[in-house]
Nanobody, 117 residues
Framework: VQLVESGGGLVQAGGSLRLSCAAS????????MSWYRQAPGKERELVAN????????NYAESVKGRFTISRDNAKDTVYLQMNTLKPEDAAVYYC???????????WGKGTLVTVSS
């Protein structure tokens, strides 16, 4: 099982980034996918999640209207489009897969997003 995040980097405040998380080794289309983030000295927090079919999404209040989560089940990939980035969005962003049964969960290793003011 692998979840590999990519797309992080350095961006100026107000800019955009698109994160990707490529999955392998499990039935991706059956899993709810989420993006979490963790800033230095802070707890990991949920940013957004998307149902297995992509029909339902949820966002943290702090990112509503700026971030969009999506998935392509044909490519076993979930995305996070991040617009109007703020310095407080800087963090390591992690991808998480949660299975439909027994709560099986997989995590990626993260990708770093840095936002300069």
């Amino acid at each position: 099982v692998q979840l590999v995040e990519s797309g992080g980097g350095l961006v100026q405040a107000g800019g955009s980034l698109r994160l990707s998380c490529a999955a392998s080794g499990f039935a991706f289309s059956m899993f709810t996918m989420s993006w979490y983030r963790q800033a230095p000295g802070k707890e990991r927090e949920l940013v957004a999640n998307i149902s297995s079919t992509g029909d339902n999404t949820n966002y943290a209040e702090s990112v509503k209207g700026r971030f969009t989560i999506s998935r392509d089940n044909a490519k076993d990939t979930v995305y996070l489009q991040m617009n109007t980035l703020k310095p407080e969005d800087a963090a390591v962003y992690y991808c998480k897969a949660m299975g439909p049964f027994s709560g099986v969960t997989y995590w990626g290793k993260g990708t770093l997003v840095t936002v300069s003011s």
